[in-house]
């Protein structure tokens, strides 16, 4: 690699590091639990959860929703645009939609929110600003954010979504731990590959 292009990686990657350790020293997890138990509270109803995002977090929802599933909480993904095109046909009052944005002032999820809320779903909100738009429509806010994103002209997000993943891996876990999800259940969710093989004594 050229110097400067050395030099780029390097602070990426002390960035991403510094990132990493300060948002788990923050990581609230009152807002997690929080998160938790709105959606058991639509689980008790018979909701279910939907994840949607715009660009780039809305790949992470697409992972998020495929993790969730994995792991004990049936989920689907909302496309974020095609929301507003049918797709919110797919929601049921009383589910939970898990909207992800860095800003939190994104115009096409401001039109995605709106559409779940007329749909009668509540809304758990990921993003990196709290006083945004989308936390103050959000039952439950949950904060991913950084102030160094690691690359040049700090404009892509590149830690931001680590951070969003690692919010969203963390309710996994929670939500996991609370079904009890053993691993003759999981292997039925996931019976290919090592992942699915039931090790011995289980």
Same mark, same amino acid.
């Given at each position: +690699? ?9 602070? %990426? ?6 990132? %990493?350790?300060?948002? /788990? ?6 807002? /997690? ?27 992470? #929802? ?14 689907? %993904? ?53 006083? #945004? ?9 949950? %904060? ?22 690692? +919010? ?35």
């Amino acid at each position: +690699m050229k110097a400067e292009s050395t030099r780029a990686v390097g602070h %990426f990657l002390t960035a991403a590091r510094a990132e %990493f350790d300060t948002y /788990l020293d923050g990581l609230d997890l009152t807002a /997690l639990d929080a998160a938790v138990r709105l959606i058991h509270q639509a689980q008790d109803r018979g909701g279910r959860v939907h994840v949607t995002g715009i660009g780039k977090p809305g790949h992470v #929802s697409g992972y998020a929703a495929s993790l969730l599933s994995s792991t004990g909480t049936p989920t689907y %993904f909302l496309h974020g645009t095609e929301a507003v095109h049918g797709s919110c046909g797919q929601l049921v009052a009383g589910d939970v939609v898990i909207c992800i944005s860095n800003s939190g002032e994104t115009a096409e999820l401001k039109a995605t929110v709106l559409a779940v809320r007329n749909n009668g779903c509540k809304i758990i909100g990921v993003t990196g600003n709290p006083d #945004s738009w989308l936390a103050g429509q959000s039952d439950v806010h949950l %904060f991913a954010g950084v102030k160094d994103e690691g690359g040049p002209l700090n404009r892509a997000p590149r830690n931001s979504i680590l951070a969003e993943t690692l +919010m969203l891996q963390a309710l996994s876990v929670a939500l996991q731990a609370d079904c009890g999800q053993t691993p003759q259940q999981y292997v039925r969710c996931h019976p290919g590959g090592k992942l699915g093989e039931i090790r011995k004594g289980e």
